[in-house]
Every structure is written in C-alpha cells, then in structure tokens.
C-alpha cells in the first residue's frame, strides 16, 4: 500500500533520519529521492543489532523446545 510508505517516509524525515529530494528519474519523469542521513544510518545499525537480539532470543528458545 503505497499510502503506508509515504507515512512511513514522513515519519522518518520529521525525525530526521531520512531527507527527499526531487530530481529526474531513469525514465525521465519527476521523482522523490530518498536518502538515509548521518542519524538515519546509526538508527538502521540500532534497530539492526536490536532485531539481532531478538531473532537469536527466538531462535535460542526454539531449540531448546
């Protein structure tokens, strides 16, 4: 659903972990360009390292059932 992404995009913006930017795509149309900024990229590895944890948690209690 195309309407959660654009949520989802603006949410990140106003926290200022990604920044838009229109420009001119392959096919030559007008297009929003995305990009993860300093804060964007220390929150992808947090959010990483946290779903690490968990996944290994699950996997961890899955094996031992």
Sequence with gaps: RSYDIHVGHGLLEEAGALRSSWG????NRRANFYELTTAGRKRLRSEMAEWKRVAGAMSAALESA
């Design 24 to 27: 001119t795509s392959t096919n």
